[in-house]
Every structure is written in C-alpha cells, then in structure tokens.
C-alpha cells in the first residue's frame, strides 16, 4: 500500500492523527474563506529546524508577494497567551 503524504491528507485526517495544527490567518479579512490549496513547500523543515533547539517557538509568517516568507519566532516562555478583552461596562 502507498504511503499517503502528508498534504494528500484532509484536515480531518490530520486531526485524527492528533497532530497540533497551527493556522496563520490575516486578520483583517472579512466574510468566509475556505482552505484546500496546498502547495509542496520545505516551510515544515524550517519550522522544526527553528524549533529544534527548544529556544524559539514560531508564531507566525508573513507574505509580502514575493517569494520570500517572513518567519516570526518568539523565546519560548517569554509571553502569556494572547487574552482577549470584552467591552468595559
């Protein structure tokens, strides 16, 4: 039997194999979007090699239109999770 590739995989798929996805979305889009493209990237490989030394965790990447991506990293410990406030009353 073919091993399947990982982005031959459905989100659905992949969450059955309890892997931890992290998604970055532009935050200043309005309405729906819908996911399904995928692309054969070594991102994967860059992300782990940040990682690897357990110093740097990656929070996030950026997209300028060209072929070069921004990967954003911060100390691993360093902030709380992000909190979100409501509306003082």
Not at 65 to 88: D, H, M, R, S, V
Request: hydrophobic share 35%.
């Amino acid at each position: 039997m073919k091993e399947q590739k990982e982005w031959d995989k459905t989100i659905e798929e992949i969450n059955k194999d309890k892997e931890k996805i992290r998604a970055f979305i532009d935050l200043d889009v309005n309405g729906e979007a819908k996911g399904g493209i995928f692309i054969d990237s070594n991102l994967k490989d860059k992300i782990e090699q940040i990682e690897a030394s357990g110093e740097d965790r990656v929070v996030g990447v950026v997209y300028d239109g060209t072929y070069n991506l921004e990967i954003i990293t911060q100390p691993i410990g360093e902030a709380p999770k992000f909190k979100i406030k409501g509306k003082k009353k």
